[in-house]
């Protein structure tokens, strides 16, 4: 069997052209633009890649840009400062603060400055307990890109048993809450999950989200069963994932690559989650 390969490029395109069309109306009817303030600590050059592609994508769909950045050695009360300003903007819809920050800062508390209805990372308690609960909230951007890629390529998930390796903040413990409000049956293994293969190899749809290159090998994998991949680890031959696409391609129905897979889909949704956020201010 060779997998067929989940195309998160194209899914994230549609998403986004979703998203220019949302904007486009909400400036028709109540003359707001949704607006992002992504802010970013520091000079870790992946995340100023991240952040610029988050940026560029928030201008390409029609929203305005509100980077703040601020200098490694900032303080904490000059982030949380920072926070606060963008929080108390009326331009402003939502507010990205870009992880990981430098160490002598912490991240609790300062995502914990951004309030619920701004929080379009979904990484706040607030947003956490709302999706926990089943209420209406943010929700993370990629576990919700995640989802919207299952769903395009019609993978049910009522009844299925998926096994997410990773049990992170950012993917893996609100991956479980989607798919859990989805009827899935959901199995979350980590670092100290014993025999691991045992687990994964019962999965309909097994999500490898641990940072680990390479983790995810045939033997972890049914034939036949859907297979995401949310690493990414920057090699010298390029991009790769927690799974080794050589070997599981093979072997799985479905299957993300990386470059190429859920990457593109996590821009996608902090977009859609902005545009959310910004109607949720108009309607309130
Ligand atoms: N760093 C890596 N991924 C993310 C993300 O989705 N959101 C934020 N804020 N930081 C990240």
Redesign the pocket.
């Known amino acids: 069997m060779t997998a067929t390969l989940m195309d998160g490029k194209t899914v994230a395109a549609r998403v986004r052209a979703d998203v220019a069309t949302r904007v486009a109306e909400l400036a028709e009817q109540s003359a707001v633009r949704p607006g992002l303030a992504t802010i970013l600590v520091g000079d870790d050059p992946a ?1 100023h890649v ?1 952040v610029a592609s988050k940026r560029k994508a928030c201008v390409a769909s029609g929203m305005t840009d509100h980077h703040r950045h601020l200098p490694a050695e900032t303080t904490q009360h000059d982030l949380e400062a920072t926070i606060d300003e963008a929080a108390d903007d009326p331009a402003v819809s939502g507010i ?5 920050l430098p160490p002598h800062l912490d991240s609790d508390a300062a995502i914990a400055r951004i309030p619920a209805g701004k929080d379009v ?1 979904g ?1 706040t308690t607030v947003s956490a307990g709302l999706l926990s609960r089943g209420q209406i909230g943010l929700r ?3 576990p919700a890109g995640v989802v919207e890629l299952l769903d395009t390529y019609s993978i049910p998930l009522a009844g299925a048993h998926v096994v997410i390796v990773g049990r992170s903040a ?1 993917v893996g413990r609100p991956l479980g809450q989607l798919l859990l409000a989805r009827d899935a049956t959901v199995t979350i293994c980590h670092s100290k999950t014993q025999r691991l293969a045992e687990h994964t190899r019962q999965a309909d749809i097994l999500i490898a989200a641990a940072g680990v290159r390479g983790l995810i090998g045939a033997e972890h994998v049914r034939p036949g069963a859907t297979v995401i991949d949310v690493g990414i680890h920057r090699t010298p031959e390029g991009l790769c994932g927690d799974v080794d696409f050589d070997q599981v391609h093979r072997v799985a129905g479905h299957l993300t690559p990386v470059p190429g897979g859920v990457g593109p889909m ?1 821009i996608a949704m ?1 977009l859609s989650n902005t545009v959310t956020a910004a109607h949720a201010t108009v309607s309130r």
């Open positions: 995340s991240y990205l603060v870009q992880l990981p990372d990484l993370p951007c990629t950012l996590t902090l």
